[in-house]
């Protein structure tokens, strides 16, 4: 069974452009978190999307939005970007909302020039 | 929001010895879980707890639900070099949020 993908891996931008980042769950699973990591933060918990609906947000700014397609597939954009957004963006799958067995992805690593 | 106090931040041992090391909360958590991160990966899940005073083995890890339900540690026993990696506790409160909340993670070397 395949895992969790994420594209791209690596992604270089400047102050006050846009990006958007992509998540494949793994098959069959309908739920899909996003983190932010960085090393001073730890992993900071973006928000969860399940049958393509947002189910849970955390405390990021409105820059910051995701969505889930009906395949569950899920793209995070951050719109704006700022220095302090330069992190390590992790996508999580798991078969329901909620659910404490969460499979991560390998991430995406955004650094903001 | 919620935030885990995970120490040690670092910790550098010889191979074979045992580690230990521990999460605490300032609020009730009704999960416990323990993470494991290597370099170029997303986190990988090693054990879940849900209940207090649960004690857990994973092979050579185990850990433990405190009973005041703020707290959990991990143990590893005889140290490998493959157990290199940052250690993540994460834990969901109780009451009505969700989303797991991270520690700040334990970063693991072993020397040979």
């Known amino acids: 069974k395949a895992g969790v993908t994420q594209t791209p891996r690596y992604l270089i931008k400047t102050r006050g452009q846009q990006v958007t980042l992509s998540c494949s769950p793994i098959s069959g699973h309908r739920s899909v978190s996003w983190y932010q990591q960085t090393p001073g933060q730890g992993l900071q918990f973006l928000f969860e999307y399940f049958s393509e609906t947002q189910r849970n947000k955390g405390n990021f700014p409105g820059r910051f939005s995701g969505r889930q397609f009906s395949n569950s597939r899920s793209e995070m954009n951050v719109s704006t970007l700022e220095l302090g957004d330069s992190a390590l963006y992790l996508c999580?799958?798991?078969?329901?909302?909620?659910?404490?067995?969460?499979?991560f992805g390998p991430g995406t690593r955004l650094t903001v020039l | 929001g919620q935030q885990l106090n995970q120490s040690p931040q670092s910790m550098f041992i010889q191979e074979g010895e045992d580690v230990s090391m521990n999460c605490t909360s300032s609020?009730?958590?009704?999960?416990w879980l323990w993470y494991k991160q290597e370099p170029g990966e997303g986190p990988v899940l090693l054990i879940a707890?849900?209940?207090?005073?649960e004690l857990t083995s994973n092979g050579r890890l185990t850990a433990q639900f405190g009973i005041t339900r703020k707290d959990s540690f991990l143990n590893i026993s005889a140290s490998i070099p493959s157990d290199v990696g940052i250690y993540f506790c994460?834990?969901?409160?109780?009451?009505?949020?969700?989303?797991?909340?991270f520690g700040s993670g334990t970063q693991l070397t072993v020397l040979p």
């Open positions: 999580a799958s798991s078969l329901v909302e909620g659910s404490n067995e969460q499979f």
């Open positions: 994460a834990g969901r409160p109780s009451g009505s949020a969700r989303q797991l909340t």
């Open positions: 707890l849900y209940k207090a005073g």
């Open positions: 609020s009730i958590f009704n999960t």
